[in-house]
């Protein structure tokens, strides 16, 4: 199974539609299963999307708008192969441009959904409004023709000592939305971007890892150096030093055969401000 996740910073970066299809082409290559995506916009005043276009789209909360210019949607339709997708408002973005949110892609169906805001925080107009979205599907491992039930979360979560919206609250909302499927002993990926540095000890990095989760960068028999922010960005303004922030988590114990930073311009093409996260089991 291989898995993928990115912050895509959609639609803030130069030559984006060009970069758009350079990260399907990368996709295309790699063949992922399990996607998840971050920082995921689409301009508010722009169409929606037909239901011709919407065919494998699972709509996770009731009532959401897809439009067409919803990054992941435009993305979807570069792939060779489809896949099934669900998309979570979490907030406006840059004074009401664009509707930020997470996103889900997945090669096998999606037959179920979570939802639910982790942040404190629950003002659409703030950029500080969180929320986590998780869908149920499925994977079929090499060989095998019976799938096995899974569920992916996509995170983007604040930063350790944020005054008005600190990770810790933001973590323990997490937590508590994903514990009925955890003492039920499901498959959990959680995939994203968490803003802690796994490098800091006694912070955010710590507080997920003192919760049981398995970091498949460090389960990982064959990994490279990890980072995935090299350089000051927003949130990390005054950063020098590589950052190792987004994070592809299991609930359960796993083997990874590797993990390994990709995007960033060596292993794939730069599509973002941030690298991606690659691993496989």
């Excluded at 060009?18 to 722009?46: C, H, M, T, V």
Aim: with cysteine; net charge negative; charged share 25%.
């Amino acid at each position: 199974m291989k898995l993928l996740t990115l912050n895509a910073h959609a639609w803030h970066e130069e030559e984006q539609e060009q970069k758009i299809s350079r990260l399907a082409d990368f996709i295309n290559e790699r063949g992922f299963d399990l996607i998840a995506l971050q920082e995921i916009n689409q301009s508010p005043k722009a169409e929606e999307a037909g239901a011709d276009r919407l065919s494998r789209y699972f709509e996770a909360e009731p009532g959401v708008k897809i439009r067409i210019d919803n990054y992941a949607l435009v993305l979807l339709e570069q792939l060779d192969a489809p896949y099934y997708w669900s998309w979570l408002p979490t907030h406006s973005a840059y004074q009401g441009r664009y509707d930020e949110g997470v996103a889900v892609l997945t090669r096998e169906p999606i037959e179920d959904a979570v939802y639910d805001y982790i942040s404190g925080i629950r003002d659409y107009m703030n950029p500080k409004t969180r929320r986590l979205l998780g869908v149920k599907t499925s994977s079929r491992a090499e060989g095998s023709s019976e799938a096995e039930p899974l569920w992916l979360f996509s995170a983007h979560c604040g930063w350790w000592n944020d005054e008005a919206e600190p990770f810790r609250g933001q973590w323990d909302r997490a937590e508590a939305l994903m514990k009925p499927l955890r003492d039920a002993g499901e498959r959990i990926f959680l995939l994203g971007d968490l803003n802690n540095v796994a490098q800091i000890r006694g912070e955010g990095y710590d507080y997920v890892m003192d919760h049981g989760w398995c970091d498949l960068y460090t389960a990982a028999a064959e990994k490279d150096e990890g980072s995935t922010v090299l350089k000051a960005i927003a949130g990390w303004s005054d950063n020098e030093s590589p950052l190792r922030i987004d994070y592809i988590l299991s609930g359960l114990p796993v083997e990874a055969k590797k993990s390994e930073v990709v995007l960033d311009g060596n292993n794939g093409p730069v599509v973002s401000d941030h690298f991606g996260v690659a691993a496989e089991i």
